[in-house]
């Protein structure tokens, strides 16, 4: 199972760090990834971490300002947003399957808002 957390409200150009945690280790999962989903969108996958070799994978509407990383002695996978944008403003989820299609992921975190005011 999978629990994402870290959501919040923030002003724009802010930052903040979402966390999945995963039941046992993230290592044990082929990919972790972190999606959002915001009103009236359909879900979309804006970075993932291969547990095999470490690669990862930004969308390009986040590349540059969003950093994926796992701390192994935590278990956990970070999700750290900076330059944060009203447009960034979502649900966004952690999840575990073929990153960064939502519709090949095997399991799914609860949710945690994000928003970014203006």
């Known amino acids: 199972q999978l629990q994402a957390s870290g959501g919040g409200l923030v002003q724009s150009g802010g930052s903040l760090r979402l966390s999945c945690a995963a039941s046992g280790s993230p290592s044990d999962y082929p990919a972790i990834g972190w999606f959002r989903q915001a009103p009236g969108k359909e879900r979309e996958g804006i970075s993932c971490l291969s547990s095999s070799d470490g690669s990862t994978y930004y969308a390009d509407s986040v590349k540059g300002r969003f950093t994926i990383f796992r701390e192994s002695d935590k278990k956990l996978v970070f999700l750290q947003m900076n330059s944060l944008k009203p447009e960034d403003t979502a649900v966004y989820y952690c999840?575990?399957?073929?990153?960064?299609?939502?519709?090949?992921?095997?399991?799914w975190g609860q949710g945690t808002q994000v928003t970014v005011s203006s």
């Open positions: 999840a575990t399957g073929s990153c960064p299609r939502p519709d090949l992921q095997d399991y």
